[in-house]
């Protein structure tokens, strides 16, 4: 692997080993619908970025209808959109306990992936973030990236307001 210079941390406690407005911008990928309390992880992201940071989610979601997706896109993820909003969110439950408790199996708990299937909608999303003094600038559509696991994702680019 190529060193990038950047600073990364990967840490399953509340606090991320930084301080207080270090950063320019955080990424959190995929992490927040495998925390148990989502809200101090997006805390602590706002705690590390610098006032107008940024933070950049990409997320798990149910709830879409693939209409921000461009054609190509629709038709990979067609399966999935032709599903009810709850059966959307069940399909997700299914897949990340399959993917990090079967397909990823480990008997060492250190390697466990929590999966508390804190999934939200887009929508619910983005009141999330601004509940949490944070300004949605940009959301995108990503739709389903592996075939193997549908699980559908948004991108979204926060400004945290200090």
């Known amino acids: 692997m190529a060193n990038t210079g950047l600073k990364f941390a990967s840490c399953k406690k509340d606090a991320l080993p930084f301080a ?3 950063f ?3 990424l959190l990928l ?3 619908h495998h925390s148990d309390d989502p809200l101090s992880v997006l805390r602590e992201a706002y705690r590390i970025v610098r006032p107008e940071g940024r933070v950049i989610v990409i997320e798990s979601v149910y709830g879409v209808d ?3 997706l461009s054609e190509k896109e629709r038709k990979k993820a067609e399966a999935y959109l032709s599903l009810t909003k709850e059966q959307q969110r069940k399909l997700n439950v299914y897949f990340d306990h399959f993917y990090n408790r079967v397909v990823h199996y480990s008997n060492d ?3 466990k992936v929590n999966v508390p299937f804190n999934f939200r909608t887009p929508q619910e999303w983005k009141k999330v973030f601004e509940e949490n003094s944070f300004v949605q600038e940009y959301a995108e559509h990503l739709g389903i990236d592996q075939p193997a696991v549908p699980e559908y994702h948004t991108l979204h680019v ?3 307001v200090k």
Do not use: Q, Y
């Open 20 to 22: 207080k407005n270090e």
């Open 24 to 26: 320019d911008n955080a």
């Open 30 to 32: 995929t992490v927040l």
């Open 66 to 68: 693939g209409n921000e």
């Open 109 to 111: 708990p250190s390697m």
């Open 158 to 160: 926060l400004r945290a």
